[in-house]
């Protein structure tokens, strides 16, 4: 039982398309440590975590969703 609202919206399709300017980016900084597609990690986390997201007006939607959160990442890199 997640204590974290997770897949809120399963109307919200995942179009990979969409990423096409932020893949560079993504698959440096955001690349799935279990799977050589990285597209289908960021499917999952679209699908669990960005259909949660959407009230927030930064992160309404597919690409500002991952842009966002790739300007938060950079921002904040917590692995340095």
């Known amino acids: 039982n997640s204590s ?3 897949f809120c919206n399963r109307t919200l ?5 969409t990423l ?4 560079p ?10 799977s ?3 597209n289908i990690f960021w499917k999952h986390e679209w699908q669990k ?6 009230i927030v007006p ?3 939607g597919l690409y500002n969703f991952f842009n966002e959160t790739l ?3 950079l921002k904040y890199n917590i692995t340095e």
């Open 20 to 23: 096409g300017p932020l893949v």
């Open 4 to 6: 974290t609202p997770e």
């Open 49 to 54: 975590h960005g259909t949660c997201a959407t």
């Open 25 to 34: 980016q993504l698959d440096l900084y955001w690349p799935s440590l279990t």
């Open 36 to 38: 050589s597609n990285n």
């Open 13 to 17: 399709r995942y179009n990979a398309t």
């Open 71 to 73: 300007t938060l990442y």
């Open 58 to 60: 930064e992160l309404d």
